[in-house]
């Protein structure tokens, strides 16, 4: 995702641009210029922002590096930020899925509504 998102999702969580450059202690201008792609928040800003729209602070702190980073190399390492990130969050979603079938007996107790203990 593009800082001219997170930032709008910001101003929109904090009530204005105005409201959101004072909350991250920056200036309008320097918001202006983040969200026209001509510069990034540091680091503790980016976490700030992160918290506010609720996103993992690495995506926001990767994507203002790459507003600036000119390094091939660099930049390579900060969009594989968001690759690796997505791969966690499928990985969190196949076993979530994987850890709500039950088995069935669990699937027949459900069903009918009845426990059962047996003790032999």
Request: positive net charge; proline residues 2%; aromatic residues 6%.
């Amino acid at each position: 995702m593009e800082m001219k998102k997170y930032i709008e999702d910001g101003a929109k969580k904090a009530g204005n641009n105005k409201a959101l450059a004072k909350f991250l202690n920056q200036s309008e201008t320097i918001l202006s210029d983040v969200k026209a792609g001509k510069k990034g928040l540091n680091d503790a800003a980016c976490i700030k922002l992160a918290d506010l729209i609720e996103v993992n602070p690495l995506y926001v702190i990767a994507a203002s590096n790459l507003v600036t980073e000119k390094d091939e190399e660099k930049r390579k390492i900060f969009k594989s930020c968001f690759t690796r990130a997505a791969s966690v969050a499928v990985a969190a979603l196949i076993f979530a899925g994987s850890s709500m079938t039950s088995s069935p007996a669990q699937a027949q107790s459900q069903k009918t509504g009845v426990n059962s203990i047996y003790i032999m």
